[in-house]
């Protein structure tokens, strides 16, 4: 089992930043690709961003690219999603994934998810 738990959501002004955190437990946290969806009321989950087990690679949703960045520390058992100029269509709950190995569809775990709300 893997342990997720997200933290540094919050409100902010559109244009403004955020940095989220997601720290995992109860494995070998660099056997494991990390990525970060999200889930805005009345819509279905999106992919936002991933990373690989050694940072090496990430992936980002158009909608988020140039503005969004993901980053891990092993060292740590943590991956960040840092997010900058927010707009109020980045309004969702977050969520952290972890997928064994490599990233792909249907990760293995999920965090509970942090909620970020920028208001229009």
């Known amino acids: 089992q893997v342990q997720l738990v997200e933290s540094g959501g919050g409100l902010v002004q559109a244009g403004g930043s955020l940095r989220l955190s997601c720290a995992a437990s109860g494995r070998t946290f660099s056997n494991y690709a990390m990525g970060w969806f999200r889930q805005a009321p009345g819509k279905e989950r999106e992919f936002v961003a991933a990373?690989?087990?050694?940072?090496?690679?990430?992936y980002y949703a158009e909608s988020v690219k140039g503005r969004f960045t993901i980053s891990r520390d092993n060292a740590k058992n943590t991956v960040y999603l840092q997010m900058n100029n927010l707009k109020p269509e980045d309004t969702a709950v977050y969520y952290c994934?972890?997928?064994?190995?490599?990233?792909?569809?249907?990760?293995?775990?999920w965090g509970q998810g942090t909620q970020v709300t920028v208001p229009s």
């Open positions: 990373i690989t087990r050694s940072g090496g690679n990430t």
């Open positions: 994934a972890a997928r064994l190995m490599s990233w792909g569809v249907n990760p293995n775990y």
